[in-house]
Every structure is written in C-alpha cells, then in structure tokens.
Nanobody, 120 residues
C-alpha cells in the first residue's frame, strides 16, 4: 500500500558529496519518521540517519559531522546529504518510512535500495 521511490545513488569518487532522495506514496495517513539505512556485503543493515515528525534527527557515528537529513513533510519526502564520501561508505542504501496507514495502524516500509559506490 505504501511505495518508496529512491534516487541519487551511483558511482562517486572519495571526497565527493552525494544526495539521496526518497518519496513515499500510497495509503499514508501520517508519517511518523523517515530515514536511511545501509547494508554492505556481508554486513547487516544499519542505521545511517533518521528524522521524525517533530524534527528530531539521529545520525550514526560514521556520518556525524558530514551528513544532513531533511524531510519535506507535505510531500512525504526525505533527503540525505553525505559529504566527504569514503570507500567504506559503499553499500546499498535503503529508504525507510514509518507511517500511519489509518488513524490507528502504523507500519514500517522500505525502498528497494539504491547502490552507492565510492571508488577512485
């Protein structure tokens, strides 16, 4: 019922910047929070950054100081800017949205993932 469309992934060089964007659509009554997670080969999925309805943000240690997450509430959209990209940032990045589909029920939804490769 809820679909997340991601964009912005690709091949970048170390030290460059990248912006990931995600738009949610479908049966959304209210967005609770949105964010980004990532998964590298052989690793479990881990949090990168989230932003909740109150504007509160949470960043993983590995992006603190070089990342910014923002949400455009009216369009159910979230974006993540990452600067000073490193080879270890290489992973599949997944958009996450926790939403109320009705006035009482909520669920987590995930995008299909977008590949970010940082290489010279």
């Amino acid at each position: 019922q809820v679909q997340l469309v991601e964009s912005g992934g690709g091949l970048v060089h170390p030290g460059e910047s990248l912006r990931l964007s995600c738009t949610a659509s479908g049966s959304i009554f209210r967005v609770i929070a949105m964010g980004w997670y990532r998964q590298a080969p052989g690793n479990e999925r881990e949090l990168v950054a989230t932003v909740n309805a109150g504007g509160g943000t949470n960043y993983a240690d590995f992006v603190k100081g070089r990342s910014a997450i923002s949400r455009l509430s009216a369009q159910n959209m979230v974006s993540l800017q990452i600067n000073s990209l490193k080879p270890e940032d290489t992973a599949v990045y997944y958009c996450n949205a926790r939403v109320y589909s009705t006035n009482t029920d909520w669920s987590d939804y995930w995008g299909q993932g977008t590949q970010v490769t940082v290489s010279s």
